[in-house]
């Protein structure tokens, strides 16, 4: 959270809560001294904690930047059109993305639905009501996925009431396709547990004049991913916002063919009587979300890819300083892609549970959360951290491990 101290420090850069306060820096003083002083984590008693882990949505994702909290209170002075500010930030998404248009959504999973809804409905009102009763309505029925990429997402699909039909060959995929299949949908983290690729399926989907989506959730860094699958040809690509681009934790992208993404709104809120009514996105996080994917295309990534790696050396180098402890740096290919650290240590050297290990650094004073893994391994990323995190994580983790010592 921006404290005072920022926010008075960042106000004169903020047109819209500056606009809406005046121009005197007094007024401005007066009102960041007005903002509530509570620290409602304190007063609830909930846990706050070094995120050494990622971004987990059990963990809150990822902490907004101070543009991004700016941004939300900006915005929230004002009343405006929900729909307007879809359109003109949608504009802006899409030609950052080279996306014909896009559509800020709850999160990556209502993207999902969503976009699937578009597919099936297209612009008829009546067919957007009937969701998710397909039978007699003329809608398609079915969405074709390769078996390896069945994880627990594929139910945004089933919210439709579409049906999931599995292949695993390229021989199945034709043999699946009919007049009732709407969608050829792909998941990116999955990619190697599949025999089809990402333009093999675009491309036997145009053959049959099928719509394709995928499921690029936590596929960025790197940050091209944002209009590689555009680029590709997928009719429409989806994205989390509040992992790595740091937006709000409850948003996410839409992307793709415009008639699609109209199509897709047709089920989204302000419009009732749809599916997709509860899953609402407020102006503050549209905008939100705007600034965040903005800020993440245009940064340095090297730098920032260069701070994580010093970071994840910090802490690697304290906990391979204790004997019997064995550190390996390494970054995902698919999701998640950032360094990580994989800790692991010989049992008869350090004696330690890496559940006990995980409850004595949560338990700890600043408390910290890792990623336990199998028997005496665990996983660290660093791109969680605030500045100096890296330092305590390293110290305490040593501490443990060393405590633990035969
Ligand atoms: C995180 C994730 C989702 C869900 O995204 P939200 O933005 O939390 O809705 C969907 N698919 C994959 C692969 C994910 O990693």
Request: proline letters at 4%; glycine letters at 8%; aromatic letters at 4%.
């Given at each position: 959270?921006?404290?005072?101290?920022?926010?008075?420090?960042?106000?004169?850069?903020?047109?819209?809560?500056?606009?809406?306060?005046?121009?005197?820096?007094?007024?401005?003083?007066?009102?960041?001294?007005?903002?509530?002083?509570?620290?409602?984590?304190?007063?609830?008693?909930?846990?706050?904690f070094?995120?050494?882990?990622?971004t987990?949505?059990?963990?809150?994702?990822?902490?907004?930047?101070?543009?991004?909290?700016?941004?939300?209170?900006?915005?929230?002075?004002?009343?405006m059109?929900?729909?307007?500010?879809?359109?003109?930030?949608?504009?802006?998404?899409?030609?950052?993305?080279?996306?014909?248009?896009?559509v800020?959504?709850?999160?990556?999973?209502?993207?999902?639905?969503?976009?699937?809804?578009?597919?099936?409905?297209?612009?008829?009102?009546?067919?957007?009501?009937?969701?998710?009763?397909?039978?007699?309505?003329g809608?398609?029925?079915?969405?074709?996925?390769?078996?390896?990429?069945?994880?627990?997402?594929?139910?945004?699909?089933?919210?439709?009431?579409?049906?999931?039909?599995?292949?695993?060959?390229?021989?199945?995929?034709?043999?699946?396709?009919?007049?009732?299949?709407?969608?050829?949908?792909?998941?990116?983290?999955?990619?190697?547990?599949?025999?089809?690729?990402?333009?093999?399926?675009?491309?036997?989907?145009?053959?049959?004049?099928?719509?394709?989506?995928i499921?690029?959730?936590a596929?960025?860094?790197?940050?091209?991913?944002?209009?590689?699958?555009?680029?590709?040809?997928?009719?429409?690509?989806?994205?989390?916002?509040?992992?790595?681009?740091?937006?709000?934790?409850?948003?996410?992208?839409?992307?793709?063919?415009?008639?699609?993404?109209?199509?897709?709104?047709?089920?989204?809120?302000?419009?009732?009587?749809?599916?997709?009514?509860?899953?609402?996105?407020?102006?503050?996080?549209?905008?939100?979300?705007?600034?965040?994917?903005?800020?993440?295309?245009?940064?340095?990534?090297?730098?920032?890819?260069?701070?994580?790696?010093?970071?994840?050396?910090?802490i690697?180098?304290?906990?391979?300083?204790?004997?019997?402890?064995?550190?390996?740096?390494?970054?995902?290919?698919?999701?998640?892609?950032?360094?990580?650290?994989?800790?692991?240590?010989?049992?008869?050297?350090?004696?330690?549970?890496?559940?006990?290990?995980?409850?004595?650094?949560?338990?700890?004073?600043?408390?910290?959360?890792?990623?336990?893994?199998?028997?005496?391994?665990?996983?660290?990323?660093?791109?969680?951290?605030?500045?100096?995190?890296?330092?305590i994580?390293?110290?305490?983790?040593?501490?443990?491990?060393?405590?633990?010592?035969?």
């Amino acid at each position: 959270m921006i404290n005072r101290r920022d926010l008075i420090k960042h106000l004169s850069a903020v047109p819209l809560l500056g606009g809406f306060l005046g121009q005197g820096s007094a007024e401005a003083a007066t009102f960041a001294a007005k903002l509530p002083a509570r620290n409602l984590a304190k007063e609830l008693g909930i846990r706050t904690f070094i995120n050494a882990a990622g971004t987990y949505t059990a963990m809150t994702g990822s902490l907004m930047q101070d543009e991004v909290v700016e941004t939300i209170q900006g915005a929230a002075q004002n009343f405006m059109m929900l729909d307007e500010v879809q359109t003109k930030v949608g504009e802006k998404i899409a030609a950052l993305t080279h996306a014909e248009s896009a559509v800020v959504t709850a999160g990556c999973f209502s993207a999902l639905t969503l976009g699937l809804a578009g597919v099936l409905t297209g612009m008829d009102p009546k067919k957007v009501e009937a969701l998710p009763h397909l039978e007699g309505t003329g809608m398609k029925s079915e969405v074709i996925i390769q078996k390896g990429h069945n994880i627990g997402y594929s139910h945004a699909l089933t919210n439709t009431g579409c049906t999931i039909i599995q292949v695993e060959t390229v021989e199945e995929l034709e043999k699946a396709i009919n007049e009732k299949t709407a969608l050829l949908w792909f998941l990116h983290i999955q990619s190697d547990k599949g025999q089809i690729k990402h333009e093999q399926w675009v491309e036997i989907a145009k053959k049959h004049g099928i719509a394709t989506m995928i499921d690029m959730a936590a596929d960025v860094p790197p940050v091209e991913n944002l209009w590689r699958f555009n680029d590709m040809g997928f009719d429409l690509v989806c994205v989390s916002g509040g992992k790595a681009m740091r937006g709000p934790q409850s948003a996410g992208i839409l992307m793709g063919k415009k008639h699609l993404i109209d199509a897709a709104r047709l089920s989204m809120p302000p419009r009732g009587s749809t599916i997709g009514r509860g899953m609402k996105v407020n102006k503050e996080e549209i905008l939100g979300m705007y600034v965040a994917l903005e800020k993440f295309v245009k940064m340095d990534h090297k730098k920032e890819w260069k701070m994580w790696e010093d970071r994840a050396a910090t802490i690697g180098n304290a906990a391979k300083s204790v004997a019997g402890v064995n550190v390996e740096t390494f970054a995902p290919e698919l999701g998640n892609h950032t360094p990580t650290l994989r800790i692991s240590w010989d049992a008869a050297k350090v004696s330690l549970p890496v559940k006990l290990l995980q409850e004595n650094l949560r338990k700890g004073d600043p408390s910290i959360e890792i990623m336990p893994g199998e028997n005496n391994t665990l996983t660290i990323t660093t791109w969680c951290l605030k500045p100096g995190e890296e330092k305590i994580v390293a110290t305490r983790l040593k501490e443990e491990l060393s405590k633990a010592v035969v």
